[in-house]
Nanobody
Framework: QVQLVEAGGGLVQAGGSLRLSCAAS????????MGWFRQAPGKEREFVAR???????YYADSVKGRFTISRDNAKNTVYLQMNSLKPEDTAVYYC?????????????WGQGTQVTVSS
């Protein structure tokens, strides 16, 4: 089992920045592919970014160039730095962990953290 606890959400004006963090426990963090999804009101949950064990990253087109995912294996933590935020980035952001590198079938989810971007 893996427990994921997100932090760092909040209210920010358009153009601003936030950094989300997700602390993992219960399994060797360095063996997990980590990432983020988000879900806006009335919409389906969508992929945002992921980072593999190797450090390889991949982003949704909607956030590419604005968001940066990183991981600190010594702290068992993954981060999502969000810059140039837009109102359409408003959503609940979920940390996710996958025991495989595909990041298709997610094994573990965090409880979510709200990000609200005002115009």
């Amino acid at each position: 089992q893996v427990q994921l606890v997100e932090a760092g959400g909040g209210l920010v004006q358009a153009g601003g920045s936030l950094r989300l963090s997700c602390a993992a426990s219960g399994r060797t963090f360095s063996s997990l592919t980590m990432g983020w999804f988000r879900q806006a009101p009335g919409k389906e949950r969508e992929f945002v970014a992921r980072i593999r064990i190797s450090g390889t990253t991949y982003y949704a087109d909607s956030v590419k160039g604005r968001f940066t995912i990183s991981r600190d294996n010594a702290k068992n933590t993954v981060y999502l730095q969000m810059n140039s935020l837009k109102p359409e980035d408003t959503a609940v952001y979920y940390c996710a962990a996958d025991t495989s590198s595909t990041f298709v079938k997610i094994d573990y989810w965090g409880q979510g953290t709200q990000v609200t971007v005002s115009s």
